[in-house]
């Protein structure tokens, strides 16, 4: 159960454990009481949106990439890629972490941190591996 101030507010929960061959009138009663809290909760609805092709090109008018989309421009994957920076020394392999070094700063990359992904460099879109 999620019990943070906003849940016990604004959600309905329940969370109990009930054998129906053991008590069945019981069993029943709560199942007609989360179909009732299905009934009454708010519907959440999916849109989806196509995207043209125009929209789909939008990273063109970023000057650095990741270096996944850099990986993809060239035909290679990531990890690939990666490797080779590490061999040109643009990144360096501490453990099981990567470091920007600094001849990959002055390469033009850059070290990011993302809540939603994770850690991550860009590079500029015109660099060569």
């Known amino acids: 159960m999620n019990l943070y101030d906003f849940s016990q507010v604004n959600n309905n929960e329940m969370g109990v454990y009930i054998d129906r061959e053991a008590e069945p009138d019981l069993y029943r009663d709560v199942h007609d009481e989360a179909q009732r809290l299905i009934r009454i909760s708010d519907q959440v609805r999916l849109s989806a949106e196509t995207v043209s092709d125009d929209e789909e090109q939008?990273?063109?008018?970023?000057?650095?990439?990741?270096?996944?989309?850099?990986?993809?421009?060239?035909?290679?994957?990531?990890?690939?890629?990666?490797?080779?920076?590490v061999e040109k020394g643009l990144l360096l392999k501490d453990g099981d972490q990567l470091k920007l070094t600094d001849a990959g700063k002055e390469a033009g990359g850059e070290f990011r941190l993302s809540k939603r992904y994770g850690p991550y460099f860009l590079w500029p879109k015109d660099m060569t591996v």
């Not at 970023?62 to 060239?74: C, D, F, M, V, W």
């Open 58 to 85: 939008g990273e063109e008018e970023y000057e650095k990439l990741t270096t996944s989309k850099i990986a993809k421009a060239i035909g290679m994957k990531t990890a690939d890629l990666t490797d080779r920076l």
